[in-house]
């Protein structure tokens, strides 16, 4: 294995989250596998109810995958919020590259100083002024920020309300302002099916994430290969 930094490294444009929860009860390793397979370039970790132990071993599991499939210096490896499970895994000799948080998980100033230069930290940018926000966040910490939820979604139903009492959800054309806007990469997902997957694509973010989407089809690797097909097909270089 050679030592490329997925720092510099970071493609976020197919981008798969899980955990136990979100996947029907079935084992999560052989789905990241699926998604390893057909060509995802960024897994992260996320569990609101795994234990630090449970977390740390899903861990392995996916960062096994990922080097059994020859991928370990294209695909990036982040664990959500939790910088305890990230430092142990390191410390462990797990190969992860780094974290994701919200803004109001542990700041990213911290996460910097604690896992160094080389690490990737993404942010979730969900703020009702958004984008004074991607412009004020110090973005020499962060490399790229979550935009979403394109749609309102049962697998984060805390989503962020307006004042009317419903979920903010990002529309296309505020998508496409958002991407000329920010200097650093955005990846857009909450409630991204297959059908959103075209114009998406087309508004110039730098990619979809999804949960539920791949997790709970009855054909992980199918479904995963059709959504990342449809990016492809439709993303246009900003
Ligand atoms: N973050 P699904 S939406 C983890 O808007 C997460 O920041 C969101 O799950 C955000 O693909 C979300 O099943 C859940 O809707 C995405």
Not at 56 to 62: N, P, Q
Not at 112 to 130: C, F, K, M, P
Not at 147 to 159: I, M, Q, S
């Amino acid at each position: 294995m050679t030592n490329v930094s997925n720092r510099s490294n970071l493609d976020i444009s197919a981008y798969f989250v899980v955990g136990p929860e979100n996947t029907k009860n079935r084992p999560v390793a052989p789905i990241i596998k699926d998604v390893v397979d057909a060509g995802y370039t960024c897994i992260q970790i996320r569990s609101k109810t795994a234990s630090a132990l449970e977390l740390i071993e899903l861990t392995k599991e996916a960062a096994d995958v990922i080097e059994k499939a020859g991928r370990a210096d294209e695909v990036t490896l982040l664990v959500d919020d939790r910088l305890d499970v990230v430092l142990a895994a390191k410390k462990m000799g797990i190969k992860i590259d780094g974290i994701h948080v919200g803004q109001s998980d542990i700041p990213v100033e911290i996460c910097r100083a604690y896992l160094g230069e080389d690490a990737v930290i993404g942010l979730s940018a969900r703020t009702h002024d958004l984008f004074d926000y991607i412009k004020t966040a110090d973005v020499s910490l962060i490399d790229y920020f979550g935009a979403g939820p394109l749609h309102e979604t049962e697998t984060k139903p805390d989503c962020g309300t307006g004042a009317d009492g419903k979920v903010i959800t990002r529309s296309f054309e505020e998508l496409a302002e958002l991407a000329k806007a920010s200097s650093i990469p955005i990846v857009v997902g909450g409630g991204v099916k297959l059908a959103d997957i075209p114009q998406l694509a087309e508004t110039g973010v730098d990619g979809f994430f999804v949960i539920s989407a791949i997790s709970e089809a009855d054909n992980p690797r199918a479904e995963a290969e059709k959504l990342i097909e449809a990016w492809k097909e439709n993303y246009k270089r900003k």
